[in-house]
């Protein structure tokens, strides 16, 4: 992965963070964040488990993502 790439994953991820912030009950699934987000479903995938790895998203129902405090 080059350092552009992980420059615009680094700006991407906060700004999921920033959007989660201020929409606490969003609840959203791969494709609904592919599309908020124009990513492919594969960049979108490893976004979502990037903020659950870092424990700042929980996995719902197998498919969707929300804050944990959102439960």
């Known amino acids: 992965m080059d350092t ?3 420059h615009e994953l680094t700006d991407l ?3 999921a963070r920033a959007e989660f ?3 606490p009950g969003m609840c959203l699934t791969t494709a ?3 599309r908020l987000w124009h990513l492919s479903p594969d960049q979108a995938q ?3 488990l990037e903020l659950v790895q870092a424990g700042f998203l ?3 129902d197998g498919q969707r993502y929300r ?3 959102a439960l």
Do not use: G, K, N, Y
């Open 4 to 6: 552009q790439t992980t």
């Open 21 to 23: 912030h201020e929409m």
């Open 67 to 69: 804050l944990p405090s």
């Open 46 to 48: 490893a976004l979502l």
């Open 32 to 34: 609904q964040a592919a």
């Open 13 to 15: 991820a906060m700004r």
């Open 58 to 60: 929980v996995r719902r």
